[in-house]
């Protein structure tokens, strides 16, 4: 067994893995918000629905996971609030609040739950990663979909037909991604 095996202790997430400081917190909790625009840019529209398939909820649960609950937090805060400040990083370069602003904030939501259970190893297998990331999309759902039926003055299952069904598939392959990324890189920390 390597020596950086024998230092990886069950509470912890890949991030705690770094020296620590605040500096290097401060660059992660700012690494996450980036991220998170970046992946944000990667925007499909969706036919018959004001919401875009975009690589942003995919990178909300990679950044909790990966940085853990309150810094996972932090990242995705920054992003909603830079957002709503103008910065163009939201969803295909906009900002400000919009119909599809209620998935951003099931996302610090959902970024803080699977944080909280990264930090209970469930980043270290593919079934319970599998779970953690079903866990986060049903939250970002939870939080976005009646957000949507507010915002756009729409009925709740037309909110579900147009906000949550045709991205099933499309989420269902984000979870399966990150259920092989993160046990993966605890495997490499391992070795």
Excluded: C, N
């Amino acid at each position: 067994m390597s020596t950086a095996a024998a230092t990886v202790r069950p509470r912890e997430v890949l991030a705690d893995l770094l020296p620590a400081s605040r500096v290097r917190d401060v660059a992660l909790v700012l690494g996450g918000a980036a991220l998170t625009g970046l992946a944000a840019q990667i925007s499909v529209p969706v036919p018959h629905s004001p919401v875009p398939v975009t690589g942003q909820t995919f990178a909300a649960l990679l950044v909790g996971t990966t940085l853990g609950a309150s810094r996972g937090l932090a990242s995705l805060v920054l992003y909603a609030l830079a957002g709503l400040a103008g910065v163009p990083w939201f969803a295909g370069g906009s900002s400000g609040a919009s119909v599809s602003f209620g998935y951003i904030l099931g996302m610090l939501l959902a970024s803080t739950v699977v944080g909280a259970l990264a930090r209970r190893g469930a980043d270290r297998s593919v079934v319970r990663m599998a779970g953690t990331m079903l866990l986060g999309e049903a939250l970002i759902y939870a939080v976005g979909v009646p957000y949507l039926a507010y915002a756009a003055d729409m009925s709740l299952s037309a909110a579900i037909a147009a906000g949550l069904t045709p991205f099933l598939i499309g989420d269902a392959l984000k979870a399966a991604l990150a259920m092989g990324v993160m046990p993966a890189a605890w495997k490499l920390v391992r070795r």
